[in-house]
């Protein structure tokens, strides 16, 4: 049973930070790509950070988080994690986790974790 499970999010006012945690299957996470897409309200899911697996290991984010997002991976916890710095309320959204491998054609998405910015 695969599983991806979602963690860390919270309420945090504008400007503050929070890390989002993404534990999942020790196999798929060898040998997947991870991603983080965040979803607003009456919104479809955006993209917003990679995290290749460590055989070719990058990252890549979305214009509007770059310089305040982060994404690292712990291969021994088969954990990815998404450091969120210097949040806007923009940022408000269900932030999910998705585990892609194009060569075994896998792709799973977690359950979500809810981030709120406000004061």
């Known amino acids: 049973q695969v599983q991806l499970v979602e963690s860390g999010g919270g309420l945090v006012q504008p400007g503050g930070s929070l890390r989002l945690s993404c534990a999942a299957s020790?196999?798929?996470?060898?040998?997947?790509?991870m991603h983080w897409y965040p979803q607003a309200p009456g919104k479809e899911r955006e993209w917003v950070a990679t995290c290749s697996s460590t055989a070719d290991y990058y990252t890549d984010y979305a214009d509007p988080v770059k310089g305040r997002f982060t994404i690292s991976r712990d291969n021994v916890k088969s954990t990815v994690y998404l450091q969120m710095n210097n949040l806007r309320p923009e940022d408000t959204a269900v932030y999910y986790c998705?585990?892609?491998?194009?060569?075994?054609?896998?792709?799973?998405w977690g359950q979500g974790t809810q981030v709120t910015v406000s004061s």
């Open positions: 998705n585990a892609r491998s194009g060569a075994l054609k896998t792709d799973y």
């Open positions: 020790a196999f798929i996470f060898k040998i997947s790509t």
